[in-house]
């Protein structure tokens, strides 16, 4: 059984520019979520897809975006980067539906200056 | 709005003693609850997952409640090592949106 897999590991943007974070899921899963945690804190919520469909969204702007593709690996799009957007990514897989267990990645730490 | 509180916010025990890490949340309208760890930099372990409808999951040494009209779980972990000094979170699943919510988290050292 594969784990769940971000890549890259580390990143570090200017602000304005756009980055795209992805993400692998856990072999038998369909369902992905993306979480931000900034230093210190708790993840918070960004968005969730299921079946290539965003199935739940966070308190966050539209410039956050995401894909899901069929074999259910996924892409988190940032554009228009600020400072504020430095944070660890995090991504997580589980079966469909609320109530499973979420497995998350090691995550995707982003630098942006 | 739901907000998730970890008290403490960080602990330091000797090895061998048991201890117990609490997590309150305001709203009683969640599907479930989940305790993680996290080791510095690093993602995320579930270590339980207590849905609505129970009262407790036991896995090794770790044990956890969840008392959903009171708003509180407690993870109680037994003769802690100091393999178990690490971050630890918890999460409620909020049914709406699929929204997790998570506390700060309790930074937890053990001692040799």
């Known amino acids: 059984e594969t784990g769940v897999t971000q890549s890259p590991t580390h990143l570090i943007k200017t602000r304005g520019q756009q980055v795209t974070l992805r993400c692998s899921s856990q072999?038998?899963?369909?369902?992905v979520s993306w979480y931000q945690q900034a230093l210190g804190q708790g993840p918070q919520f960004i968005f969730q897809?299921?079946?290539?469909?965003?199935?739940g969204r966070g308190n966050f702007p539209p410039r956050f975006s995401g894909l899901q593709f069929p074999n259910y690996s996924s892409e988190l799009n940032v554009n228009a980067l600020e400072l504020d957007d430095s944070a660890l990514y995090l991504c997580?897989?589980?079966?469909?539906?609320?109530?499973?267990?979420?497995?998350f990645g090691p995550g995707t730490r982003l630098t942006v200056t | 709005k739901q907000e998730v509180t970890q008290i403490p916010a960080a602990l330091s025990v000797p090895e061998g003693e048991n201890l117990v890490l609490n997590c309150s949340f305001t709203?009683?309208?969640?599907?479930?609850l989940q305790w993680f760890r996290q080791d510095p930099g690093k993602g995320l372990t579930s270590l339980l997952l207590?849905?609505?409808?129970?009262r407790e999951q036991t896995s090794g040494r770790l044990n956890a409640s969840l008392d959903k009209s009171s708003g509180r779980s407690t993870l109680y972990i037994a003769a802690s090592q100091p393999g178990d000094s690490a971050t630890y979170l918890c999460?409620?699943?909020?049914?709406?949106?699929?929204?997790?919510?998570f506390g700060a988290g309790t930074r937890l050292t053990v001692k040799p």
């Open positions: 997580a897989s589980s079966l469909s539906g609320t109530g499973y267990e979420q497995y």
């Open positions: 072999s038998g899963h369909n369902t």
């Open positions: 897809y299921y079946r290539e469909e965003e199935n």
């Open positions: 709203d009683s309208a969640i599907y479930n």
């Open positions: 207590i849905q609505s409808s129970q």
């Open positions: 999460a409620v699943t909020l049914g709406d949106n699929n929204d997790m919510r």
